[in-house]
């Protein structure tokens, strides 16, 4: 990815800001959704599909880094140790050169329209989120489908064009349920985590508005808890675990989890592929999301 940088941004330091901010990263789970779905779907360009995962690994790490001064999360990364005018700049640089990389790769107006599509879906259930306006659990799923499961959609369905030349929608509907998966699963971790947490901010998360239903004594314990943030932090682990549990937060997520899976099970079975084909593929997205299968 850094070559790409060195091509297009001259400016020294901007340069080399950007280049930290690559070096930052852990994974690069979005281009292996990209190889993936190219690979398995007959592609045999290689060096085509490196272009297209650097590029949306360019582009969500770009949305990662938006996310985190919107939400002001995330204080050990680069881009939140510098200025946040100058972090927000080379965001806003980097999200710009994402879009030139990946658009290289194809000419397709169908190619390009849905790289927007899935963009502009994700800003406006970001916009919600930050607005805190999920009111139900089902308007909460809906704005996870379109926050986080447009942007698993974005390289699934650009690798799968970029191998076939079509539009497949039944990658697309897959590929939303595997990203509110990993988003639900994401949101309970974040129950744990001092500096991330969303029940401390008092968000509508799902976890939130399971417990707002006041379906027992323990999730009126929890919803009184999270009223305070310094019972937040004095609640031990344990204890706090043991009431999650037992206000049902702990089962309900992961019955949640689990639907949006078998969800996604069902479309990649519905794939014109061969059996092993689909299997493999089914092993490795969940791999990639830390999932058994």
Request: hydrophobic share 40%; charged share 25%; net charge negative.
């Amino acid at each position: 990815m850094n070559h790409f940088i060195d091509d297009d941004i001259p400016n020294v330091d901007l340069n080399q800001t950007l280049r930290s901010f690559v070096d930052a990263k852990d994974h690069l789970h979005f281009s292996e959704l990209v190889f993936y779905h190219y690979f398995s779907f007959g592609g045999t360009d290689t060096d085509k599909a490196e272009t297209l995962g650097a590029g949306i690994e360019l582009l969500i790490l770009s949305f990662d880094i938006f996310d985190d001064l919107e939400d002001e999360d995330s204080p050990d990364e680069p881009w939140m140790k510098m200025n946040r005018a100058v972090a927000l700049n080379a965001a806003t640089a980097l999200y710009t050169l994402s879009i030139k990389v990946i658009i290289s790769v194809s000419n397709d107006p169908v190619f390009l329209h849905k790289l927007m599509e899935y963009i502009l879906e994700s800003s406006q259930g970001q916009h919600d989120d930050l607005r805190d306006q999920p009111t139900t659990e089902e308007k909460c799923l809906d704005m996870l489908k379109r926050k986080s499961g447009s942007l698993t959609a974005l390289p699934c369905v650009l690798g799968t064009m970029l191998a076939t030349g079509e539009f497949n929608k039944t990658v697309e509907t897959y590929a939303y349920q595997l990203g509110i998966a990993s988003q639900i699963e994401n949101d309970y971790k974040a129950l744990f985590y001092n500096t991330k947490s969303d029940i401390a901010k008092k968000k509508r998360t799902l976890a939130y508005l399971y417990l707002s239903r006041k379906f027992n004594q323990a999730s009126i314990d929890l919803l009184n808890i999270f009223e305070n943030e310094d019972k937040i932090a004095d609640i031990e682990i344990k204890c706090y675990k043991e009431k999650l549990k037992a206000a049902g937060v702990t089962q309900y997520m992961y019955v949640m989890n689990q639907l949006a899976i078998q969800k996604f099970k069902k479309g990649i079975g519905e794939l014109d592929l061969n059996k092993m084909k689909k299997e493999n593929l089914i092993l490795l997205l969940l791999r990639i999301f830390g999932r058994e299968s």
